[in-house]
Nanobody, 123 residues
Framework: QVQLVESGGGLVEAGGSLRLSCAAS???????VGWFRQAPGKEREFVAA????????YYADSVKGRFTISRHNAKNTIYLQMNSLKPEDTAVYYC?????????????????WGQGTQVTVSS
C-alpha cells in the first residue's frame, strides 16, 4: 500500500513560486500520481498528473505553462513546481496515487491521498 506525504506549501506573493513535494512510501512504479486542489467553498479540482513509469504528464488548462509536475525515482518523490502564482491558485493541495499508468482527472479514480498542504497567494 502506497502512503503519501505532501510538503512545501506556504504563503507567497502573486507572481512568486513554490515547489510542492509528495513523498511516497511503498512500491510506486506501476502507479500514476496526481495533484489536486480545493479552495474554500469549492469542489476539489484536478491540477496535474504523471505516470510514474512512463513519465508522461497532463495538466489542467488553468495551470498549463505555469506548473510543472516531475518525479525523482531515487527519492520516490513527485514534485509540483508552481511559477507565476495567482491569488486564484490559493487552495489546499493534495497528491493522490492510483494503480496503473493511465492518467485520469477524476479524483474518484485515485486510491490513496495525502493529508494536503496549504498554498496561499497574496495579491
Amino acid at each position: 500500500q502506497v502512503q503519501l506525504v505532501e510538503s512545501g506549501g506556504g504563503l507567497v506573493e502573486a507572481g512568486g513560486s513554490l515547489r510542492l513535494s509528495c513523498a511516497a512510501s511503498g512500491r510506486t512504479f506501476s502507479w500514476s500520481v496526481g495533484w489536486f486542489r480545493q479552495a474554500p467553498g469549492k469542489e476539489r479540482e484536478f491540477v496535474a498528473a504523471i505516470s510514474w513509469s512512463l513519465g508522461n504528464t497532463y495538466y489542467a488548462d488553468s495551470v498549463k505553462g505555469r506548473f510543472t509536475i516531475s518525479r525523482h525515482n531515487a527519492k520516490n518523490t513527485i514534485y509540483l513546481q508552481m511559477n507565476s502564482l495567482k491569488p486564484e491558485d490559493t487552495a489546499v493541495y493534495y497528491c493522490a496515487a492510483k494503480v496503473g499508468v493511465g492518467i485520469v482527472q477524476r479524483s474518484s479514480s485515485y486510491d490513496t491521498w495525502g493529508q494536503g498542504t496549504q498554498v496561499t497567494v497574496s495579491s
